[in-house]
């Protein structure tokens, strides 16, 4: 079943230079229990997508098409709603777990406070006070969450503050927050990219165990290729705001088709064979993007029609392309 | 190093300073041109009366003898030394003109530390609005105008033309307060004397107003830009994506950062108010311990200039060290690294 489908999602910036078209005809669908993974260089707004699907862009931002979660457009909720939904179905993990959370209120805290009050809206000050009062019965949610995303002892963690904590303790102690309101979907933005190797790989496993005992739906939202390859399903390249390829993550890094991922895998490093080469140039200006492909530019293989007119995607088999190499070039 | 320990250690600097700040203050005291015995007795004084008076203030003695002396005097007798503007002991003086001036400055700073927390609070939340931009452009006013200047409007506009409000004084000269603890909102109420109680409050007001202004605007300030920097901080992006109740963030987790941050001005904060209250005890006729100093200054009563200096260091001093020691006890992540260490 369909969980979230994203339905031509462009976003721009009002900016004191003009209007930055960051993301441009954005589609993509998410099933129950999916993983999906976005990958592209840092500016090339892939957590813009996210950040819209969570229905937390920032005020300057001018978002049009529709994001259509459970059959309701997120984008035309009102902020209440919004933040019930974030509350209950979405959820998030940030990317910096060391200054994700509040320094000056302990783990406990945070976890009383989300399940106390994670889907109102509003709360009133005496509202606060009286639900208050029944802290201690559900702290045992949260340590329930809290064993099963592997916190060693986590009665002594939750009286702990942030700081006390290592980077990957805090992805765990954060991962059991955002899942405390058994939701349906969670975001991941760049869940692992402050964490070190090892960390590194016990959070990604934790993750996609956690994936399919609970039956979530995840988007990943990354720079790493290796990331994308050990959690998800299906994969969505994107470059300059454009989505470039979308496809079964094996498939795709094992035979990329569109121009700029095929740069992307030969730059990864290889145990055999010399230096990885990397793509010249960099990403396009957003308050003047190349017309047509925004990635011609840098394309080895540009033609002619990439300098004038957008690719549509091509379907090629399983795939999506964006790039006029798989298309009728004369349509 | 635990937090006690750093309590502790941090206490014990503030005699430190307090000594370096006597031995200045006293030197400068007796080298400031002017002869303070001959300002006292006048122009028809004979010579065998300035030296009787100088022996009587030991002026005739060497500086380190008299500085000696003058720690005896305060530690064997509890005497600050003899005033020539009031011919009595400085510590009769002080201990009659202080609490006025503390009465009014703790006033002062509870007020404009709730309305300028409020205020700043509100700015933040409707940064932009048009009631942001309001309270900016007051805030500005309020740390640009002079306070005696504010004092002298208030005093015109209030009481002059509105006459509303008494112009000057502590209280009115028909009303006798029998003084207990010297703060007469406090002396009133317990001797249960309402009417007096009105009176005192009355004329608090415009010197309360007067000494707020320009507290109430940087607390303001402060509060809204440590808000607005919180809003900017990652954590409070997680809580919003975690579906945290939107006042709950602000009220609670914001707010709180930012006020830890505040504490540090509110407490020099309480310096200042002493300091700016010379002009306003000056201008209200309020007999504190501004105004005391004002009177002494002009008449070069140099035991008298020494026990106020002293008196507003060791404020300067003690307010700070409780600014610091509640800003290591506020934050936990000042407060555990001590521990670990």
């Not at chain 1, 990635?295 to 790039?323: L, Q, S, T």
Request: aromatic share 10%.
């Amino acid at each position: 079943m369909v969980l979230l489908k994203v339905e031509d999602l462009s976003v721009s910036f009002r900016t004191f230079s003009g209007l930055a078209r960051v993301v441009e005809n954005v589609e993509f669908e998410l099933g129950e229990g999916e993983s999906l993974s976005i990958v592209g260089e840092s500016g090339s707004g892939k957590t813009t997508v996210l950040r819209a699907i969570l229905g937390l862009l920032p005020p300057n931002a001018v978002p049009r098409g529709s994001i259509l979660f459970e059959g309701r457009d997120i984008l035309t909720m009102s902020e209440d709603e919004k933040t019930r939904i974030r509350g209950s179905m979405i959820t998030y993990i940030p990317q910096e777990p060391l200054v994700a959370l509040n320094p000056f209120f302990t783990i406990r805290e945070h976890f009383v406070d989300r399940l106390l009050f994670g889907s109102k809206p509003k709360i009133g000050f005496r509202e606060y006070l009286e639900y208050r009062k029944k802290a201690d019965e559900v702290v045992e949610q949260a340590l329930k969450y809290m064993r099963l995303t592997r916190v060693p002892d986590p009665e002594t963690v939750l009286d702990y503050y942030p700081m006390q904590l290592s980077g990957g303790m805090l992805q765990r102690v954060l991962i059991a927050l955002a899942l405390v309101s058994e939701p349906k979907l969670l975001l991941a933005d760049e869940p692992t990219t402050a964490l070190d190797v090892i960390t590194q790989l016990e959070i990604l496993e934790l993750l996609r165990k956690l994936q399919e005992d609970l039956g979530l739906s995840i988007i990943y939202v990354t720079h790493d290729l290796g990331v994308a390859k050990a959690v998800s399903d299906r994969v969505i390249v994107m470059y300059g705001g454009h989505m470039v390829e979308m496809g079964g993550t094996e498939d795709v890094l094992l035979n990329p088709m569109h121009p700029y991922t095929q740069g992307l895998v030969e730059a990864i490093p290889k145990l055999v064979g010399g230096e990885p080469k990397g793509i010249e140039g960099s990403l396009p200006d957003y308050l003047d993007p190349p017309p047509g492909c925004r990635f011609h530019p840098r394309c080895p293989k540009a033609m002619d029609i990439c300098r004038e007119k957008r690719p549509p995607g091509f379907r090629v088999n399983d795939r999506i392309v964006y790039c006029w190499l798989y298309g009728d070039r004369h349509e | 190093m635990r937090f006690r320990d750093y309590a502790i250690r941090r206490a014990l600097q503030i005699p430190f300073t307090l000594f370096f700040l006597s031995i200045l203050i006293f030197y400068v005291t007796r080298v400031m041109p002017g002869d303070p015995v001959r300002l006292y007795l006048g122009l028809e004084a004979t010579e065998k009366q300035v030296q009787m008076y100088r022996k009587l203030f030991g002026l005739d003695k060497p500086l380190y003898l008299q500085y000696i002396d003058y720690w005896k005097n305060l530690f064997l007798h509890g005497k600050l030394g003899l005033s020539l503007y009031t011919s009595r002991d400085v510590a009769k003086d002080i201990a009659d003109y202080l609490p006025a001036t503390l009465e009014l400055v703790i006033t002062a700073m509870i007020f404009s530390i709730i309305v300028g927390v409020v205020l700043g609070v509100v700015s933040a939340m409707y940064r932009n609005k048009w009631v942001d931009h309001l309270l900016r452009v007051a805030a500005i006013a309020g740390v640009s105008m002079p306070r005696f200047w504010v004092g002298i409007l208030l005093q015109l506009a209030i009481s002059y033309y509105l006459g509303i409000l008494p112009i000057s004084g502590r209280m009115s000269t028909n009303i006798m307060v029998h003084r207990i603890t010297g703060f007469l909102l406090i002396d009133t109420l317990i001797q249960g004397n309402f009417h007096a109680f009105i009176d005192v409050s009355e004329h608090m007001i415009l010197p309360v107003l007067a000494l707020s202004f320009s507290p109430i605007a940087q607390i303001m300030r402060l509060v809204r830009a440590s808000l607005l920097e919180e809003m900017e901080k990652p954590y409070t992006s997680t809580l919003r994506a975690l579906g945290f109740p939107r006042n709950l963030v602000y009220y609670k987790y914001m707010l709180r950062n930012a006020l830890v941050v505040a504490v540090t001005i509110i407490g020099l904060l309480f310096g200042f108010f002493i300091y700016g209250a010379f002009a306003i005890e000056m201008v209200f006729g309020w007999p504190g311990i501004g105004w005391y100093a004002v009177k002494v200054g002009l008449a070069k009563d140099f035991n008298a200039i020494v026990a106020v200096v002293m008196l507003i260091g060791l404020i300067y001093t003690v307010t700070n060290y409780i600014v610091d020691i509640s800003y290591a006890y506020l934050d936990p992540r000042i407060r555990l690294k001590m521990e670990v260490k």
